[in-house]
């Protein structure tokens, strides 16, 4: 028997009992669409985690501080560069790693290291009117390290050139603004920040211990003989450039880099040392005297790796080092392992639909071999090939299984729908969401077709074996 004949008579048998044969496809309907949808939160669950991760600092990204290396000290030998960076503390007999531009070269000739970005940080004051931002921090980045932020400009242009010095505003930046008098924050009671960087005139102080020294001048001052007669002279106020502001993100604005200021490494360098000159600049590390070193040295160095299954050798190589090396792939890992628990115990749930689907469709088979009795009975004295009336019995269990794959698998894209517009219209930070990937969409589809071949396998298998004599006596 031809293929298409028996795709005809397997398609002919089941529609000519439609009711019974409507009802079985609604059970693998509602068994595919409880399986995909289970799973699809799951996905979406995970992916809204990982796009968060990577907001928070990248998948491929290790953060890298000083750490203490021991007075021995520590070398790395790479690609022929030999490099120690250990220098002396002032509160500290032990030797400290220190980020300088040596261990930027170190740290970029690694294996599998695509770029190793350096970032100088340092807290400021910002005055406008009678409000302040009395830490305000900002971050001195190459080039290439403020491109590779993806920040989203609003107003302006990211601050690339080193000539001179340009302020970079995240988004969140002119809400941190209050009145110190009264400590009222007007953004968060108005909606409204105080200040718009790109039209108004902040001053920028840049010495922050000398700014609070000066406000408690007459309590009780360094300088003085502890009665609080001693006074502090403000320190001197500048007036930077702006060169652009982020993007604000809709209803929710928050982003990683909201509450950053950003700027030219060289150029934030050489305005430190104009400022300070031969004086301790805030945050760098001084000698045992008290007195600064000649070079800066970087707060953090982001070092960017070419692949996220190479991201925690790099970082045990950097840490064995003596480095502080820190990156999202534990939490990535942790949240990855969480998520498919998840997924594995939300599919199980919605198996159990299926399973008696399964049921249903084993059940309609049965009953279809019980009223067909006879004319399986005919078939066999005309001669037909019992294999034959297997694949047909198996065939039309898997016209069920595809049909109700389908439909279920289209249900499950409405559902998927509804749930992430109702999470959207809600406003929840919740990451409750509902992903379907392809791969999901084929996979569902042809579980549900083997779902209704091995129910239908031993209903076609009685069929096979039926008696030609007793079939055709049967009544």
């Given at each position: 028997m031809r293929i298409l004949d028996l795709l005809r008579m397997s398609s002919s048998s089941l529609w000519k009992r439609k009711f019974r044969t409507v009802l079985t496809i609604l059970g693998v309907v509602i068994g595919t669409a409880s399986i995909v949808v289970m799973v699809s939160l799951g996905l979406g669950l995970n992916r809204a985690t990982m796009e968060q991760i990577e907001q928070y600092g990248g998948l491929t990204t290790i953060e890298v501080r000083e750490g203490n290396g021991g007075s021995g000290g520590v070398s790395y030998m790479g690609g022929g560069l030999v490099i120690s960076s250990v220098t002396g503390t002032s509160d500290s007999k032990d030797k400290v790693l220190r980020l300088d531009?040596?261990?930027?070269d170190m740290l970029g000739s690694m294996e599998h290291v695509e770029s190793a970005s350096p970032v100088l940080q340092i807290n400021i004051v910002a005055k406008y009117a009678q409000y302040v931002n009395d830490y305000m921090t900002v971050m001195g980045m190459t080039p290439e390290?403020?491109?590779?932020?993806?920040?989203?400009?609003?107003?302006?242009?990211?601050?690339?050139?080193?000539?001179?010095?340009?302020?970079?505003?995240?988004?969140?930046?002119?809400?941190?603004?209050?009145?110190?008098?009264?400590?009222?924050?007007?953004?968060?009671?108005?909606?409204?920040?105080?200040?718009?960087?790109?039209?108004?005139?902040?001053?920028?102080?840049f010495d922050q211990n000398a700014y609070f020294s000066s406000q408690n001048s007459g309590q009780n001052t360094p300088g003085g003989d502890g009665s609080g007669s001693g006074t502090t002279q403000p320190p001197k106020k500048y007036l930077i450039k702006t060169a652009g502001v982020e993007k604000a993100n809709g209803e929710n604005e928050w982003s990683s880099n909201g509450y950053y200021v950003y700027c030219n490494l060289d150029a934030l360098k050489d305005m430190l040392k104009r400022i300070f000159r031969n004086k301790a600049i805030p945050g760098q590390p001084t000698t045992s005297s008290g007195k600064p070193y000649k070079d800066l040295y970087y707060s953090v160095i982001k070092v960017n790796v070419d692949d996220i299954d190479h991201v925690l050798e790099v970082q045990e190589q950097i840490q064995a080092l003596g480095y502080d090396a820190s990156s999202?792939?534990?939490?990535?890992?942790?949240t990855q392992q969480q998520y498919a628990n998840i997924q594995a115990m939300l599919g199980g749930i919605g198996a159990v639909s299926l399973l008696v689907a399964a049921i249903g469709i084993t059940n309609t088979m049965m009953m279809s071999i019980y009223e067909r009795t006879k004319e399986i009975g005919v078939m066999k004295v005309l001669g037909c090939d019992m294999r034959n009336i297997q694949v047909m019995f198996l065939v039309e269990a898997a016209y069920i299984g595809f049909i109700g794959g389908v439909v279920g698998l289209l249900l499950s894209y409405g559902i998927s729908a509804i749930i992430n517009k109702a999470v959207a219209a809600s406003g929840s930070m919740s990451n409750l969401s509902s992903y379907i990937p392809f791969w999901l969409a084929a996979a569902a589809v042809v579980f549900a077709v083997i779902i209704g071949m091995v129910a239908g396998f031993f209903p076609s298998r009685r069929?096979?074996?039926?008696?030609?004599?007793?079939?055709?006596r049967n009544e």
């Open positions: 531009d040596a261990t930027v390290g403020l491109e590779s932020l993806n920040i989203n400009v609003g107003e302006g242009h990211l601050p690339l050139d080193s000539k001179e010095l340009e302020f970079f505003f995240g988004n969140q930046v002119a809400s941190e603004f209050y009145n110190p008098k009264t400590y009222d924050y007007p953004y968060y009671t108005t909606g409204e920040p105080v200040v718009d960087f790109t039209k108004d005139s902040v001053f920028y102080i999202n792939i534990e939490w990535v890992k942790s069929a096979m074996k039926l008696s030609p004599l007793a079939a055709i």
